[in-house]
């Protein structure tokens, strides 16, 4: 089982990431998906999650209308298309695969808003 995320980086705040996290291994479509931050001494945060055949989203009220989560089940990939980036949302950005009996966690990509 694998989740790799790409896309995190350096940008300036109101500027916009793409972070991708493409998954093997697993029945990707049978598993909700999810993203999370954590910054140093603070606790993994939910950030936004999606249900398994892309119906379904929930966000965290702080990124509420700024991110947004998608999937693409043809390439077992889901998506974290953010805007309007803020410095407080600076953090290690993680990829989880939830399903009624496992959960599988990425490596994290570092997403970085400073000017």
């Known amino acids: 089982v694998q989740l790799v995320e790409s896309g995190g980086g350096l940008v300036q705040p109101g500027g916009s990431l793409r972070l991708s996290c493409a998954a093997s291994?697993?029945?990707?479509?049978?598993?909700?998906m999810s993203w999370y931050r954590q910054t140093p001494g603070k606790e993994r945060e939910l950030v936004a999650s999606?249900?398994?055949?892309?119906?379904?989203?929930n966000y965290a009220g702080s990124v509420k209308g700024r991110f947004t989560i998608s999937r693409d089940n043809a390439k077992n990939t889901v998506y974290l298309q953010m805007n309007s980036l803020k410095p407080e949302d600076t953090a290690v950005y993680y990829c989880?695969?939830?399903?009624?009996?496992?959960?599988?966690w990425g490596q994290g990509t570092q997403v970085t808003v400073s000017s």
């Open positions: 999606i249900t398994r055949a892309g119906a379904n989203t």
């Open positions: 989880n695969a939830r399903s009624l009996y496992y959960i599988y």
């Open positions: 291994g697993f029945t990707f479509s049978s598993y909700d």
